[in-house]
């Protein structure tokens, strides 16, 4: 069994045209037999927006959370 892991980072998936293409690699992957792990981060400037909004529950938010 062959396995392809893609990584894409935040600004990979900032947008429908980036996101299209990220779908695209992903099926190539599936067209030539392999199984896929594909890995996504949080799209561009989100995490940012989650710590800031865990910062308006708590003074000090737990950094593991």
Same mark, same amino acid.
């Given at each position: 069994?062959?396995?392809?892991?893609?990584?894409?980072?935040?600004t990979s998936?900032?947008?429908l045209?980036? !996101?299209?293409k #990220? &779908? *695209?690699?992903?099926r190539?992957?599936?067209?030539e037999?392999?199984? !896929?792990v594909v #890995? &996504? *981060?949080a799209m561009?400037g989100?995490?940012?927006?989650l710590?800031?909004?865990a910062?308006?529950? *708590?003074?000090c938010?737990d950094?593991?959370?």
């Open positions: 069994m062959k396995i392809m892991v893609q990584k894409y980072g935040g998936v900032a947008g045209e980036r !996101m299209k #990220v &779908l *695209s690699r992903v190539k992957g599936l067209e037999g392999y199984k !896929m #890995v &996504l *981060s561009s989100e995490t940012n927006k710590i800031a909004l910062n308006e529950f *708590s003074a938010p950094a593991e959370e």
